[in-house]
C-alpha cells in the first residue's frame, strides 16, 4: 500500500475508536473527550486531500460545524454540573 492510504487508514481506525469512545462513555468528561476527537477526526479524514480546494473548503466547514457543537456541549455540561445533577456519571435511573 501506499502512504496516503496507510495513513488514510490510520485516520479511519482513530475516528473508529474515538466514536465508540464517544458512544460508550459514562462520564461526562470522557463523553466530551470523545465528542472532541470526533470533531478532529472529521476534520482530518474529510479534508485529507488538502490540494482539493472542495476537499479543504468541506474541511473547514467540518470544523466550523463542530465547533460549534462543542459549545452546546459544554454549556450543557456546565449547566448540569451548576444545577447540581451528578456530574460524575450519565446513568439517570439513579
Known sequence: MTIPVLALLRLFSLFCASMLTLVMADHFLL??????LVGLCSYLLISFWFEKPAA???????????????????????C???????FISMNWNR
Open 80 to 86: 448540569s454540573l451548576f444545577m447540581g445533577r451528578r
Open 56 to 78: 479543504a473548503a468541506a474541511g473547514r466547514k467540518a470544523f466550523i460545524t463542530t465547533r460549534i457543537g462543542d459549545t452546546g456541549l459544554f454549556i450543557e455540561s456546565s
Open 31 to 36: 463523553l466530551y473527550a470523545g465528542w472532541e
